[in-house]
């Protein structure tokens, strides 16, 4: 897929380069336009890929909950890579890949259970500017999670606002995993009326 980013993608070279791109490619077939963009700063890249990896490691909240937060804010924010990204991903973890695809259009769509609607509407709330997290929200999800998983939601829902607005602000777009492996098309945001 060819798009134009904001910074052009970094040829990958060196040692750590070429362990980079032989690892992601053989995760994910080809290595995406992100890593070259962010390859200008190997530091921050590496770092970002820690985070994240960690991220995947913890387990107090529920996959499928904590994938689809990820969407619900990449939605919200425009980045299509972590939307495409996450899409794929859900396939790839043997999640609910009908719900997936509906997240753009999440309170339209009768798919999603009132736990679900509750998480979604959290990762929207944390990512507007201000937040606009209620306590009666986190009271509910809460009741439903336990503290352990709430704060786990909470920590990868802030993380998802890292990634999804650093790859919107340097014009990091999809590279189609989820069309690549078959995967419908998602579901269209609703168009937001203008406030003007």
Known sequence: MVHTTRIPPA?????????LKRMIGKKLGRVPTAVGVYWHNPRVLFASFGIGGKVQ???ACDEGLK????MAVASLIGCSWCLD???????NKGLDV????????WREADV???LERDVLEYAEAMSQTPPTVTDELVDRL??????????ELTSVIAFANMSTRGNVALGIESDGFAAACGLKPMAARPAVASAA
């Open 112 to 114: 999603f259970t009132p």
């Open 85 to 91: 990204f996450n899409y794929f991903e859900s396939r």
């Open 11 to 19: 040829e990958i070279t060196g040692v750590k380069g070429a362990l």
């Open 67 to 70: 994938s689809f937060a990820h």
């Open 142 to 151: 809460h009741a439903a999670l336990g503290p352990a998983a709430l704060v």
């Open 57 to 59: 490691k913890w387990d």
């Open 98 to 105: 009908d719900k997936a695809r509906e997240i753009p259009r």
